[in-house]
């Protein structure tokens, strides 16, 4: 039987006018949400954080079919099983993910589930992967962003974008695994595989750059630079065992503490110039890993010469090349024993009607992890 949903629905990607507390893209409506089909599973959603990618789809970086209910980093409790579904239940806290796996395509088959060619269609069709829409607005579809559109009350999504976790752990902090973490740690554990000893340097300190961070240190690197322009953010880099710099700095810092360049670079900004300067704190035989999605319009403008002459690797990171129901448990475990303290990515809790404020505190670039709690 369909229930109902009270959802952040935008109507245009891009062309939404700033301040966004004053001009209101993000409307809380009350949509029409159909049962769980084959597969499916409806969760009660009771946190969710605010996402770099969620203010892209506002501002036009990426843009997406609308109408759309945005959000894609949350948890919640599962309260009602479609056919077909395993190792679920009724009750079980689930950390839900921005990409599902079909298990068949090339990608898949090849262990890399986190480029899946299916799931990445659905997603930019705004559609669940087992097809169409679960969401209606008197009667039209409303699309599903990347097959979560957590921002709500109550979502419907594939068995295959949750992945069930502890029910002792607390809601908020369970949010910031789905995407900040996942994202951010992967990228310094698999992406670019750190070993111990390396030094790294992290460019961007938001959710996922602090996870990428937390992730580096974890891993058992010598040094690591974190890299921002913000005062709060410098300050809990280097109280995470790390090193805060802003990037006008950063030369002399590496100077200073690296003698030269890293062995490691991690941008997590979305922007092609801070890439170029990513990719120049590399040294010979570096591997740099990009995770930040810039607008599609911008180019990288490289030496093309350096990737071979001084044997760099670039490295695209989606979803920080994890596999979710292998890293999520790693990481929460990791987090119960202190080694990645991932509630510190959490700057403030909200509800759910205070999302347009919180677009505008992540475009000044002055929040880490906002979460909502319903
Ligand atoms: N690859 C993936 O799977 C994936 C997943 C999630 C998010 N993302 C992308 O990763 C990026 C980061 O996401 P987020 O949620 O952490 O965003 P965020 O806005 O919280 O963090 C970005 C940080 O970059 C800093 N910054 C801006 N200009 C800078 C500069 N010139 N030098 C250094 N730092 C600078 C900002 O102050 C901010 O702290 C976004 O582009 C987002 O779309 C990618
Ligand atoms: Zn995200
Ligand atoms: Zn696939």
Redesign the pocket.
Request: charge should be neutral; proline fraction near 8%; hydrophobic fraction near 0%.
């Given at each position: 039987m369909g229930t109902t949903t009270r959802a952040a629905v935008l109507a245009q990607s891009g062309g939404n006018a700033k301040p966004y507390a004053e001009n209101a893209p993000l409307r809380f409506a009350e949509l029409d949400l159909d049962a769980p089909g084959q597969g499916e599973v409806r969760v009660a959603i009771d946190a969710a954080g605010l996402c770099h990618s969620d203010l892209s789809v506002v501002n036009g970086d990426r843009v997406r079919p609308m109408p759309m209910a945005l959000g894609h980093e949350g948890t919640g409790i599962v309260e009602a099983l479609g056919p077909g579904v395993t190792g679920l239940e009724v009750g079980d806290r689930v950390v839900l993910v921005f990409l599902p796996?079909?298990?068949?395509?090339t990608?898949?088959l090849s262990g890399e589930?986190y480029l899946?060619?299916?799931?990445a269609a659905a997603n930019g069709r705004g559609e669940l992967i087992g097809g169409g829409f679960r969401l209606h607005d008197c009667g039209s579809d409303v699309h599903h962003h990347l097959g979560v559109s957590c921002f709500a009350t109550h979502v419907v999504v594939d068995q295959r974008s949750t992945v069930k976790v502890d029910r002792d752990i607390p809601a908020e902090v369970a949010a910031v695994f789905g995407c900040a973490v996942l994202t951010g740690v992967g990228a310094a554990i698999n992406s670019a595989a750190i070993r111990a000893g390396e030094t790294v340097v992290v460019f961007g300190l938001g959710g996922v750059g602090l996870a990428a961070l937390m992730g580096a240190v974890a891993s058992g690197a010598a040094t690591v630079i974190g890299v921002d322009l913000a005062p709060n953010k410098i300050a809990l880099a280097d109280d995470l065992g790390a090193i805060g710099t802003t990037p006008d700095q950063l030369e002399a810092v590496m100077a200073e503490h690296l003698g030269g360049k890293a062995d490691v670079v991690i941008e997590t900004v979305g922007n092609a110039k801070v890439l170029a300067s990513a990719y120049t704190a590399a040294r010979r035989g570096g591997r740099v890993v990009t995770v930040g999605l810039p607008s599609p319009e911008q180019r990288l403008d490289l030496q093309a010469v350096s990737l071979v002459a001084e044997g760099k690797s670039l490295i695209g990171s989606y979803m920080g090349s994890s596999i979710p129901a292998r890293d999520i448990p790693r990481y929460v475990a990791m987090w119960k024993a202190g080694r990645l303290p991932v509630d510190r990515l959490i700057s403030s809790t909200h509800k759910l009607d205070d999302l347009n404020e919180m677009l505008d505190a992540m475009d000044r670039g002055e929040a880490i992890r906002q979460i909502i709690r319903f």
């Open positions: 796996s079909c298990g068949r395509c990608p898949c589930g899946c060619e299916t799931g």
